[in-house]
T-cell receptor, first 116, second 116 residues
Framework: GAGVSQSPRYKVAKRGQDVALRCDPISGHVSLFWYQQALGQGPEFLTYFQNEAQLDKSGLPSDRFFAERPEGSVSTLKIQRTQQEDSAVYLC??????????????FGPGTRLTVL | KQEVTQIPAALSVPEGENLVLNCSFTDSAIYNLQWFRQDPGKGLTSLLLIQSSQREQTSGRLNASLDKSSGRSTLYIAASQPGDSATYLCAVRPGIYGGSQGNLIFGKGTKLSVKP
């Protein structure tokens, strides 16, 4: 497929469990973003990668959240010791350009996380 | 801090009507503005991207305008169809002095319903 893909599409976790969410960006896209979307809200920025470098993680809500992109392609967002307030849709986006000329962002279908 | 507001929060129109969705942002120092469509349970589909130097962009029945100095954008949908029913999100990429690494700041969206 040519678009951004995410897996799993749905994840149910018990409070306290660790989860890992995967994002496959569009091939060749340098920039990768993670966003969190609560019900009825717009997406909110979590973290940004340029190739394998995590350049901005200012949006991560706590140290329980960790993201990586070790080879500059696939990215994983990990949430440790999940809490009910972590329930949301986690969206991944990628864009072709880097640096000061970032262009259009293309989004994946998201992973809906429900913490019981 | 950049804030994005979308009015109205919800809109219901009969099929065939032309309509306008509004987006405002508090800091005019932006790189670009992007309009998205989100269907229930789905990710975001990019509709139009307007660079800060542009005044408008058109794609089919959609036309987006940007007035950066006043912090406003509108999305015009001509001859609306039931298939246009979705939530429409506006997002800005802040300029470099906003500390941005390219992440988007979203409004909460306008939920559009087009009745047959």
């Amino acid at each position: 497929g040519a678009g951004v893909s995410q897996s799993p599409r749905y994840k149910v976790a018990k409070r306290g469990q660790d989860v890992a969410l995967r994002c496959d960006p569009i091939s060749g896209h340098v920039s990768l973003f993670w966003y969190q979307q609560a019900l009825g809200q717009g997406p909110e920025f979590l973290t940004y990668f340029q190739n394998e470098a995590q350049l901005d993680k200012s949006g991560l809500p706590s140290d329980r959240f960790f993201a990586e992109r070790p080879e500059g392609s696939v990215s994983t967002l990990k949430i440790q010791r999940t809490q009910q307030e972590d329930s949301a849709v986690y969206l991944c986006a990628s864009s072709l350009a880097s640096g000061g000329a970032l262009g259009e962002q293309f989004f994946g279908p998201g992973t809906r996380l429900t913490v019981l | 801090k950049q804030e994005v507001t979308q009015i109205p929060a919800a809109l219901s129109v009969p099929e065939g009507e032309n309509l306008v969705l509004n987006c405002s942002f508090t800091d005019s120092a932006i790189y670009n503005l992007q309009w998205f469509r989100q269907d229930p349970g789905k990710g975001l589909t990019s509709l139009l991207l307007i660079q800060s130097s542009q005044r408008e962009q058109t794609s089919g029945r959609l036309n987006a305008s940007l007035d950066k100095s006043s912090g406003r954008s509108t999305l015009y949908i001509a001859a609306s169809q039931p298939g246009d029913s979705a939530t429409y999100l506006c997002a800005v990429r802040p300029g470099i002095y906003g500390g941005s690494q390219g992440n988007l700041i979203f409004g909460k969206g306008t939920k559009l319903s087009v009745k047959p």
